[in-house]
């Protein structure tokens, strides 16, 4: 693939790229989130998520979902830019952006291993756990990275 833009996939070109790694025996790792204003904690996390297997597939929350998530002023960032920047980080082997609420139609599209999340997650309180243990994969909660979120800078940004 070419170039990040070249890494920005659709559900089907993604389900394609999934099961072909797969097929050839390499560990997919996938992770969701909205991305909005990409910083070291980000960048941190997703080489983490990486090393636990052979690809890593990033799930990026559509500007719908991303509103309906995090509330009428967000995103700051648009998902198209979001997703680029996602996909220009070393650790990302592939993005696709989705636009429901719950990550489960796109984990079900990937089939990976190894599902992460952040730090600030709990494996019982996540509600695509199941989705991923029925496409016969495993949850895993990385290390927060702390003090670094896309809220605080927007709330320091706010008081400045």
Same mark, same amino acid.
């Given at each position: 693939?070419? &170039?990040?833009? $070249?890494?920005?996939? $659709?559900? &089907?070109?993604? #389900?394609?790229?999934?099961a072909r790694w797969r097929a050839q025996g390499e560990t997919v790792v996938f992770t969701n989130g909205c991305f909005d204003i990409l910083h070291v904690g980000h960048a941190r996390y997703l080489e983490q998520a990486r090393a636990l297997g052979d690809h890593l597939v990033v799930g990026v929350n559509s500007d719908r979902?991303?509103?309906?998530?995090? &509330?009428?002023?967000r995103p700051i960032v648009p998902e198209s830019e979001r997703a680029e920047? @996602?996909?220009s980080l070393r650790a990302v082997?592939? @993005?696709?952006?989705?636009?429901?609420?719950?990550?489960?139609?796109?984990i079900r599209a990937v089939r990976p291993n190894i599902h992460t999340k952040g730090g600030d997650y709990r494996e019982e309180d996540l509600p695509e756990a199941e989705a991923v243990r029925e496409c016969g994969g495993e949850v895993r909660v990385l290390a927060l @990275?702390?003090?670094?979120?896309?809220? #605080?800078?927007v709330e320091m940004m706010r008081r400045k």
């Amino acid at each position: 693939m070419n &170039g990040s833009a $070249g890494r920005i996939l $659709g559900r &089907g070109a993604l #389900r394609e790229l999934c099961a072909r790694w797969r097929a050839q025996g390499e560990t997919v790792v996938f992770t969701n989130g909205c991305f909005d204003i990409l910083h070291v904690g980000h960048a941190r996390y997703l080489e983490q998520a990486r090393a636990l297997g052979d690809h890593l597939v990033v799930g990026v929350n559509s500007d719908r979902s991303t509103r309906a998530l995090k &509330g009428p002023e967000r995103p700051i960032v648009p998902e198209s830019e979001r997703a680029e920047m @996602v996909a220009s980080l070393r650790a990302v082997d592939a @993005v696709s952006i989705f636009d429901e609420e719950l990550p489960d139609e796109v984990i079900r599209a990937v089939r990976p291993n190894i599902h992460t999340k952040g730090g600030d997650y709990r494996e019982e309180d996540l509600p695509e756990a199941e989705a991923v243990r029925e496409c016969g994969g495993e949850v895993r909660v990385l290390a927060l @990275v702390p003090d670094h979120s896309t809220t #605080r800078l927007v709330e320091m940004m706010r008081r400045k």
